[in-house]
């Protein structure tokens, strides 16, 4: 193949959907639904500023404390446009309480449910700092002629038969994987279509970065406390955007850790199994890297048993993910 020759997202998947023996095309419909809903909130993303001052959207105040929230503008479009296909039986979101289940479609038998977090780092969008949209696949485990089950969406990560995130940063990437490999779209804004920019993603096996949110350093358990003085003996150098998906994108390509422990006011971490460190540790581990909690546990073979359920974590390059596990195993503190 021509190696200027300019491959889209549809072109893509497309092409990769004979790698599925059974494949019917529902899966390619999906992605392409969710980079349909990233175009949009693209779009949103980048005038949020404009959003805020000139109050755009008619019903909002100089303030902009109307306007509706990107957070839930995110999730409704993703929301409509993965209802308006008919490929997907149900979603679950980190913005709703519940799963929605999704109406048939006539001629339709749609087999996947789709979790997402409509946008994450959603702090940082006032500051215009990176925000993105994290997205899990999964095949539904109930009778497709019946009602979509929370079982449905209650499955181990390595279930997970696609997932990915958009980052919308100083340029849009798309970057996923259906367990073959990870790929990477940036969205030409030119011709508004996400163009095949990263082939065949591999995390480095260590790299120079840290990434933690320090500040709670003191409510960290011993053994993480001494794991970050290592990372900062070794002269490593602290990095922490504050939205998940772009300290993981950054470690996906330039290699290090990023940890979220425990604190005193998140006992079980804070960050969500479904919706966040499910489909980020799939992309990790397909390029090569790992994914823990601080207790050691594969991130993909925790069994949750909530929609919102959280957890910690401790993903990105294999090498720098081992060393820490060695330092649970040396300085954990055993109850007597
Ligand atoms: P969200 O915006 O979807 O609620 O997620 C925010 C998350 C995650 O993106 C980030 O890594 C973490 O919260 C930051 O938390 P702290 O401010 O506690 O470090
Ligand atoms: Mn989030
Ligand atoms: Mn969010």
Redesign the pocket.
Known sequence: MDKNQIITLDEFIIHRQKDFPYASGELTGLLRDIGVAAKIVNREVNKAGLVNILGVDGNSNASGDEVQKL?MYANEKLITCLKNSGECCGIAS?ENEDFIPMPTVESKNAKYVVLF?P?????NIDVNVSVGTIFSIFRRKSDANGDVTLEDFLQKGSEQVAAGYVLYGTSTILVYSTGRGVNGFTLDPSIGEFCLSHRDIKIPDRGNYYSV?QGYYLKFDVEMRRYIDHCSDMNLRLRYI????S?IHRTLFQGGIFL?PNTRKYPQG??RVLY?CNPLAFIVEQAGGKAITCQLERILDLQATELHQRTTIVIGSPAMVDEMEEFVGRYTVVPT
């Open positions: 957070d980190e977090d946008l994450d780092g959603s702090s949110n504050g939205s998940m998906v300290d979220y804070k960050l966040e």
